[in-house]
């Protein structure tokens, strides 16, 4: 599969798409809400970054007891249900006076959540697309990302000053429960892909197998460290220009565009190893610049530009599926989205702490010069040659 036109005639796809888009719009318009608001009540760089970031610490507590429940309930049923608790927790977010531990406990919440939908989106999309067919279908919900986030950023400016942070979240709310209904009423009911009750202990038991392996676990750390501490980065934009962040997070999200549109597309499968590489660095490299402080249109050059570098995980994501089996693939994928996500709430807070103590600009050149570190520790495992010695017994 390796046009667009194959992508969307495939059923069930234009649906979970549409999901996904909304759900995106929804969050990156709610995010800059709630980050705009803690921000101008606090005037804390770290209370804002975690705002917007900090339900991903949650995803570590889904990962541990509620992931097996990815490949063990209906998909639809699930999706469903998902978002019409982000519906009603960003509905709660919205309620005037709220208290800041309150808000923070909604926010916690439905990260929690939010660790059981990726491998519930995921995995059905592995089982929607042949095969070869998901490093596409994943490109193109990434491009979704990217554009839902350009428009949600955009129009979230916009939004804040003509409603206010508070009724800009009831629009984010609004957005979960039209993706609820596209949800019920676009997507097949399909049974589970695994039998038996999800369990806490069910959950340990299938990520004590996925780790067991070493090429899995070099692509784990590859998949979650690097993005987190770069996303910290991002978390950090409100506090680095309160005028301008939306064109930052817009910028940020054109040149995940970009990128996953040229890999995902166009890029022949006998190039990709040779990119995976140097797209890792790209990820990072761009952000040293903000140790001098640049003036916005550098900033958002070098924004969009390391954005691109997003385009790896692709590359990793589709090394994890060619040696996860089947019946895992829901919570192989769930357990490296949560993953991602948790290590996003890390990188905010590591991230808004620096700031506190130095700059935002200093903050975030420091940790892209971590991530640069950190990636290229991780290099010698993921070299091509080693997954070709993957056996069946290591799965």
């Not at 046009?3 to 059923?11: A, K, M, N, S, V």
């Not at 999706?79 to 519906?87: D, E, I, S």
């Not at 986030?149 to 039209?178: D, K």
């Not at 784990?220 to 064109?247: F, K, M, Q």
Request: aromatic share 8%; proline share 6%; glycine share 10%.
């Amino acid at each position: 599969m390796r046009t667009y036109r194959e992508l969307f005639r495939t059923p069930e796809f234009t649906p979970l798409f549409t999901v996904g888009s909304a759900q995106v719009a929804a969050s990156t318009v709610s995010g800059l809400a709630l980050g705009t608001l803690v921000y101008g009540t606090t005037r804390s760089p770290l209370l804002s970054a975690l705002s917007m970031f900090g339900a991903s610490f949650s995803q570590v507590l889904g990962a541990v007891v509620l992931m097996s429940a990815a490949d063990r309930l209906p998909p639809r049923a699930a999706m469903t249900c998902l978002a019409l608790v982000f519906c009603a927790g960003t509905v709660v977010l919205a309620v005037p006076g709220l208290p800041l531990w309150a808000l923070f406990a909604v926010v916690l919440g439905m990260g929690l959540a939010a660790s059981l939908g990726g491998g519930v989106r995921f995995g059905l999309l592995n089982e929607i697309l042949p095969r070869d067919g998901y490093l596409l279908g994943r490109s193109v919900l990434n491009m979704s990302v990217g554009v839902q986030q350009i428009v949600g950023f955009a129009s979230g400016g916009v939004l804040l000053t003509a409603f206010s942070p508070r009724g800009t979240l009831l629009v984010g709310a609004g957005l979960h429960l039209v993706a609820a209904v596209v949800a019920r009423l676009g997507l097949a009911a399909r049974p589970p892909r695994a039998q038996g009750r999800p369990s806490p202990a069910e959950t340990w038991r299938t990520n004590r197998r996925l780790w067991s392996s070493p090429a899995r676990r070099h692509l784990y750390l590859a998949l979650w460290v690097p993005n987190g501490l770069i996303v910290g980065c991002e978390s950090l934009y409100v506090a680095y220009d309160p005028r301008h962040a939306g064109t930052l997070f817009a910028s940020a999200a054109a040149g995940m565009l970009a990128g996953d549109t040229l890999v995902g597309r166009f890029v022949p499968k006998w190039w990709r190893e040779r990119l995976s590489a140097p797209l890792r660095l790209l990820l990072a490299v761009p952000y040293l610049v903000f140790l001098l402080n640049p003036a916005l249109p550098l900033a958002v050059a070098a924004v969009a530009l390391a954005s691109a570098g997003y385009a790896a995980g692709l590359l990793l994501q589709e090394r994890l599926l060619s040696i996860t089996p089947e019946e895992m693939s829901g919570q192989a994928l769930g357990l490296q989205s949560s993953g991602t996500m948790t290590m996003q709430g890390v990188g905010a807070a590591l991230a808004g702490s620096v700031a506190q103590f130095t700059s935002a600009s200093a903050a975030m050149a420091a940790m892209a010069a971590l991530s640069v570190a950190v990636t290229l520790a991780l290099a010698p495992g993921l070299r091509p040659e080693g997954y070709g010695k993957v056996s069946c017994a290591q799965t």
